[in-house]
């Protein structure tokens, strides 16, 4: 059928089902660079508006860092705009290596392939190593890219209870005669922020002749005591077989991803995974702009201390109002509030007094646990997070959830 009246109206009913479900997904626009004081225009024709930004992935404010966007115009000078190439034609530059050289020892892994995002990796790495013998055993809450991989690959697939260590076990008992097992996590669940026991992971897998998979896009370049990952957080180095990560959140924020791990598992993402092969080779100026980053990070740790501190100034700030928090020591805070429209409300008031903070429901996260997901970043000072507490207070008074327990928000408010 081609495209027809009836067709648009097909679409374009399908477009207001979305808006009267409250799932239309409205992007506004941020007339600065990414950082804690942003300008936002909200395209209902609204007047540009100065609020702080708490809800970035920029954690270690490098976002528009001067040193960074300086090596990232040092690489246009001296490597170009693009390649317009895949790595294996004539899109790799001496760059490109030096990068996957340097993510390998930031990372404490033997061997990296970059690729054009941590989505495309996720997509590429699963079908390139495993085949039908396999099994991969993944926790329920993994990333949306890392269920499009899976799906991509012939190899069994089975799940296991959110970070349930029991139930992992269960399931490696019952995959015991498959040729290859994979356990495959986050190593921060970014809609909760916690992170799930990588050392018993491991030992689990070690028990039962298990390889381990671990995506920390939410925690490259921060967590663990020198930001090397939730590897480092819990003592694992060396131990997870295969690490997958983003450039776009902590490491800069452009794009670009990676795999890093087992010299020969890296090997056969080169030779075989597609996202790699038949997509465009990262471009030099972030190359650059990375190679920057990871210099500054592992020059000294202050940005990922700053940040560490930040995070418990405003959780414990939070707690002390009288809010529901999600418990964790990640720097992304979930604020509980249960009720979907109560959480677009709250964001909507928080914006009004210059907070931009997202409400998130369900299909998001679980019907009943609607929550204001709010992230802090080394681009925040003491002064952002007052201003921020402050208007979170005003906008839990007007609502009247401060020190209440759930059972009295979810009877005032409802699911
Ligand atoms: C953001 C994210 C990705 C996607 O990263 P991109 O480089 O933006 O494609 C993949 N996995 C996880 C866990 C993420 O949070």
Request: contains cysteine.
């Amino acid at each position: 059928m081609s495209f027809t009246s009836t067709v648009r109206t097909m679409y374009q009913d399908q477009i207001n089902g979305l808006k009267e479900a409250g799932l239309f997904k409205q992007e506004r626009y941020i007339h600065a660079p990414q950082g804690a004081d942003i300008e936002v225009e909200f395209p209902t024709g609204a007047q540009l508006k100065k609020v702080i930004n708490m809800c970035a992935n920029n954690y270690l404010g490098l976002s528009s860092h001067p040193e960074v966007i300086k090596a990232a115009h040092n690489g246009l000078d001296h490597r170009g705009y693009g390649m317009s190439s895949v790595r294996f034609i004539c899109g790799t530059q001496d760059i490109h290596d030096e990068l996957e050289k340097k993510v390998t020892e930031f990372l404490g892994t033997e061997a990296t392939i970059l690729f054009p995002s941590c989505m495309d990796a996720n997509a590429g790495v699963f079908e390139a190593i495993l085949t039908a013998d396999d099994v991969m055993i993944s926790d329920r809450l993994v990333h949306a890219s890392i269920i499009d991989g899976m799906r991509l690959c012939a190899a069994t697939h089975d799940t296991f209870k959110h970070a349930n260590m029991e139930h992992l076990e269960e399931k490696l008992q019952l995959h015991a005669d498959k040729r290859l097992k994979l356990i495959i996590t986050d190593g921060v669940f970014s809609m909760d922020g916690d992170t799930p026991p990588l050392d018993k992971i491991v030992e689990l897998a070690e028990k039962y002749g298990a390889m381990v998979f671990v995506d920390d896009s939410h925690a490259s370049g921060f967590i663990g005591k020198t930001g090397r990952g939730t590897h480092e957080k819990y003592g694992v180095m060396g131990k997870i077989d295969i690490i997958t990560t983003t450039f776009g959140k902590g490491l800069g924020g452009a794009s670009g991803g990676c795999v890093s791990g087992r010299r020969e598992l890296v090997e056969m993402c080169r030779q075989k995974a597609r996202p790699y092969l038949f997509s465009n080779t990262i471009a030099p100026v972030i190359v650059a702009g990375v190679l920057r980053v990871l210099e500054i990070l592992s020059e000294s740790t202050e940005r990922r201390d700053k940040l560490e501190r930040n995070a418990e100034y405003w959780r414990k700030g939070l707690t002390e109002a009288g809010f529901i928090l999600k418990e964790g020591d990640t720097p992304i805070v979930p604020v509980m509030l249960f009720n979907a429209k109560l959480s677009q409300d709250f964001s909507t008031d928080l914006y009004e007094k210059g907070i931009y903070a997202m409400g998130f429901f369900f299909p998001v996260v679980p019907k009943g646990q609607a929550r204001i997901r709010t992230q802090l970043s080394a681009a925040h000072d003491i002064h952002h997070l007052d201003k921020a507490l402050d208007a979170f207070i005003a906008v839990g008074k007007k609502h009247d959830i401060l020190h209440k327990t759930k059972q009295e928000i979810i009877e005032k408010y409802g699911m």
